[in-house]
């Protein structure tokens, strides 16, 4: 099996548009380009405590509010 030598110019353009693919394929590099992880609900810390409090009771009335709509209690949420 022979192998023919590529020039540095071919190599990149065959790289640069799968550095984003990700794990997909297996000859990609791992520092391949990747979305940074978000959390679905971000955290609270360092959010002003009278928010926060605030806040905590504000849930707990949508969901009494949500639960008495789905017990026919109420009309509007």
């Known amino acids: 099996m022979a192998f023919r030598s590529l020039s540095q110019s071919f190599y990149a353009h065959e790289i640069s548009p799968r550095v984003h693919t990700g794990p997909a394929l297996t000859w990609v590099p791992s520092y391949s380009i990747k979305k940074p992880k978000t959390n679905r609900y971000p955290s609270l810390n360092g959010v002003d405590p009278k928010f926060r ?17 789905k017990e026919g209690k109420r009309e509007v949420a």
């Open 53 to 69: 409090r605030n806040h905590r009771h504000a849930l707990h009335g949508t969901a009494k509010a949500l639960k008495e709509r």
